[in-house]
């Protein structure tokens, strides 16, 4: 059974930083693209970052641009989300989710149940 | 960026009833949309991907179709399980963006 799993969601203050992190089980780490989304009920759901299967192509949203870096660990089957100078308008529940490619482009198929992030003073 | 556009926003059926959810996309975007089932408290389900193949274990009462600019949903006979909140999304191009989403509740 596929299975993702996140972590590492916290109340943080304006400015600082927090890694989430993704634990993947039940299929081949290594051979799919991950993904990070996000959702808040003002802005709905976002797509946050996307990483190939070896990590050798990394894309974000524009609004975490330069402040976000996703990676993977395809020996320990595990995602990660660097969030640097975070932002109000950080504040969401984040989920990591795996993939299904059809025709080249990657759905988001396997959620985790999602890790919440705060973003106060 | 691409604005998919949902419609309806929201949507009152009751059970048996056959229920179509539209998604318009502002620019071509090929057959590169998925569409997602989401309760409270849960996250996100794909149901349809590439515009019409079902997604591993999602019931053949939700099908889909469409391409280039205009999507659809459709439940073919509403089940007490289905009254959620749907989603279409494009993987066409970065940024990957959502409709603001249907919510279908009971009549």
């Known amino acids: 059974e596929v299975q993702v799993l996140e972590s590492g969601g916290d109340l943080v203050q304006p400015g600082g930083s927090l890694r989430l992190s993704c634990a993947a089980s039940?299929?081949?780490?290594?051979?799919?693209?991950m993904k990070w989304f996000r959702q808040t009920p003002g802005r709905g759901l976002e797509w946050v970052s996307s990483i190939t299967p070896r990590g050798d192509k990394t894309y974000y949203a524009d609004s975490v641009k330069g402040r976000f870096t996703i990676s993977r660990d395809n020996s320990n089957n595990r995602l990660y989300l660097q969030m640097n100078s975070l932002r109000a308008e950080d504040t969401a529940l984040y989920f990591c989710?795996?993939?299904?490619?059809?025709?080249?482009?990657?759905?988001?198929?396997?959620w985790g149940q999602g890790t919440l992030v705060t973003v106060s003073s | 960026d691409i604005q998919l556009t949902q419609s309806p926003s929201f949507l009152s059926a009751s059970v048996g009833d056959r229920v179509t959810i539209t998604c318009r996309a502002s620019?071509?975007?090929?057959?590169?949309l998925g569409w997602f089932q989401q309760k409270p408290g849960k996250a996100p389900e794909l149901l349809i991907y590439a515009a019409f193949t079902l997604q591993s274990g999602v019931p053949s009462r939700f099908s889909g179709s469409g391409s280039g600019t205009e999507f659809t949903l459709t439940i073919s006979s509403l089940q007490p399980e289905d009254f959620a909140t749907y989603y279409c999304?494009?993987?066409?191009?970065?940024?990957?963006?959502f409709g603001g989403g249907t919510k279908v509740e009971i009549k």
């Open positions: 989710t795996s993939t299904q490619c059809s025709g080249g482009k990657c759905y988001p198929a396997y």
């Open positions: 999304q494009q993987v066409n191009d970065f940024p990957l963006t």
């Open positions: 620019q071509g975007i090929s057959r590169y």
């Open positions: 039940g299929f081949t780490f290594s051979g799919y693209t």
